[in-house]
């Protein structure tokens, strides 16, 4: 019989909760001792990462959380939060619908990015200097990916992006006051500077780019920015899912119901 309990108990095991009647704690720390004495950003690291961070490593996550909670209508996710609002489901299927839109293509690239600086990192380790490294490290990653660079280039904000100079800017701060290194917002800087050259017209470091350095520069692993990018993401999703069902309408798809799909007849 304690055979068959045990065998129960230790279907999962976890090292994130300690859980029972009257009992809460999260690594080890009460919940009751949590509330009200750490932030958010704080209890995001604590909770992924397993240890409490600075407040000053805090604040520096909370900064790459901030810029990336929205990007407007005409962002896949966003879009199809606002369609599911409209078709009568709840909130928290408007929100899963926003989120499952973040893959490789559209949200992925914090994660993809955050992967180069790591090879790029892991080159200068091994000898390269950071100039080397970088070309390298671009070639490396061409190969396998080809040329789009995850984290370089954005189809609206031409040559800049108006998050990212924010972030690296309080990078660097946060490198000069010793919360950080400052080496990876070297390499992403390397990285974008190397782009531009090669094509001869400067190309924007958009929100995956720095946000990436920032992760990278907190020692998140790869799989975790896209994560936290998600994480971050979600916000917009919410607030724009509870703005539609405000609004109101039903049904409503990607276009105007007087403007159809072009049809494509089989030859």
């Not at 009200?36 to 209890?43: D, I, L």
């Not at 690296?168 to 500077?193: C, D, K, N, P, Y």
């Not at 400067?202 to 994560?227: H, K, Q, W, Y």
Request: glycine share 12%; with cysteine; hydrophobic share 45%.
């Amino acid at each position: 019989m304690s055979s068959d309990a045990d065998a129960v108990r230790h279907w999962w095991r976890t090292s994130i909760i300690d859980m029972k009647p009257g009992k809460i704690a999260f690594r080890g720390r009460p919940v009751q001792d949590l509330i009200g004495t750490v932030s958010f950003g704080q209890m995001i690291w604590l909770m992924t990462m397993g240890d409490m961070p600075t407040p000053e490593q805090a604040a520096l996550l909370e900064c790459a959380l901030v810029a990336g909670v929205d990007h407007g209508p005409q962002a896949p996710s966003i879009a199809a939060a606002r369609m599911a609002a409209t078709c009568g489901v709840g909130l928290n299927n408007v929100m899963a619908t926003g989120v499952n839109m973040l893959g490789d293509i559209h949200g992925g690239a914090g994660e993809q990015c955050a992967e180069l600086y790591l090879d790029i990192a892991k080159r200068m380790d091994n000898g390269s200097g950071l100039e080397d490294a970088t070309r390298e490290g671009i070639a490396a990653w061409r190969d396998v990916h080809g040329k789009i660079i995850s984290g370089f280039g954005h189809r609206f904000h031409k040559p800049v992006d108006p998050r990212a100079p924010r972030l690296m800017v309080l990078v660097r701060a946060a490198a000069e006051a010793g919360t950080v290194s400052g080496r990876f917002a070297a390499i992403g800087e390397a990285v974008q500077a190397h782009i531009g050259v090669a094509r001869n017209v400067p190309i924007a470091m958009n929100i995956d780019g720095a946000t990436a350095v920032i992760f990278c520069e907190l020692g998140f692993p790869p799989p975790l920015s896209r994560g936290l990018f998600c994480l971050s993401r979600s916000v917009g999703v919410l607030a724009h899912g509870w703005e539609q069902m405000q609004q109101g309408g039903r049904n409503k798809g990607p276009m105007p119901p007087n403007y159809l799909p072009e049809y494509d007849p089989v030859a």
